[in-house]
């Protein structure tokens, strides 16, 4: 039978295991907005373990406390044009410190994902925190952008969009996409110190595709240039990224979608 000291001896290690587990967490504030149409609209936010540490729906506000990781947004529209001027935000409390800000575009229709760093867990060590932002401008729904360093995909959204991103001193490419292909009429990104400094700006000017090169802590002149950008780098995978053109002999035969050999001038075989 156990005795009155051993019941307080491990009363006493499952409060002090229980503290040790949440000690590390930190309150960080998630809020999700309206839009015009709410109701089709929810999220999950998951750890990085892919467990599920807060959901709902839109509107939505609360409080959760999460350890330092590597966190993803799931965000859903049940009728697949998008959030409509819903957005999320997460704040690192009391000093109500913006962590991350997204929402889910046109372009993403039914679902999409954004990566929240809580305490620097998506970053290296030894790197640098800033923030990548992007303005909505007249047609956010049309907006999209990847930041790539290498061959990763660091950070990546649509508009508007606030990122807290952590890098390492080198070349880093942002890709810019617009799915109406006019551009992005009014939006901008740009790359801040956690200060807010602004280290370079941009935005589409035309079209459907850009990219621009960012150097951290490197000469610009040693990132070169970039190449084109290709179709998979689209969100939306598919191939608008490269035109291709030839002539077709009315005599001829084939089948119209079909490419024909480089320099041919007769149907496709």
Do not use: K
Not at 147 to 166: D, N, R, Y
Request: hydrophobic residues 40%; proline residues 6%; aromatic residues 10%.
């Amino acid at each position: 039978m156990m005795t009155r000291a051993w019941h307080m001896v491990l009363a006493t290690a499952i409060l002090w295991s229980s503290c040790r587990v949440h000690a590390q967490c930190t309150n960080y504030s998630i809020t999700v907005t309206g839009g015009a149409y709410p109701y089709e609209v929810s999220w999950q936010l998951a750890d990085p373990g892919g467990g599920l540490v807060a959901s709902g729906g839109a509107p939505a506000s609360m409080t959760v406390c999460l350890e330092p990781g590597c966190y993803t947004m799931y965000m859903y529209d049940t009728f697949g044009d998008g959030w409509n001027g819903a957005d999320f935000t997460i704040r690192e409390l009391p000093a109500n410190t913006v962590v991350s800000t997204g929402t889910l575009s046109l372009a993403g229709g039914y679902s999409g994902t954004a990566t929240v760093s809580i305490g620097g867990g998506c970053e290296p060590p030894g790197c640098t925190g800033y923030q990548f932002q992007v303005t909505g401008g007249a047609y956010p729904e049309e907006v999209s952008w990847n930041l790539i360093g290498g061959a990763s995909v660091l950070a990546s959204g649509f508009a508007p969009s606030t990122q807290t991103i952590c890098l390492l001193p080198g070349c880093y490419v942002v890709q810019l996409f617009d799915s109406f292909g006019d551009g992005w009429n009014g939006a901008t990104w740009s790359l801040r110190t956690a200060g807010g400094t602004i280290i370079q700006s941009g935005t589409l000017a035309t079209g459907s595709i850009g990219q621009a090169i960012v150097a951290i802590g490197v000469p610009v002149g040693d990132c070169g240039s970039v190449g084109p950008v290709v179709a998979s780098d689209c969100v939306d995978a598919v191939n608008v990224c490269t035109n291709i053109s030839f002539a077709i002999d009315p005599n001829g035969y084939g089948a119209v979608n079909e490419i024909p050999p480089l320099g041919s001038l007769g149907n496709p075989d």
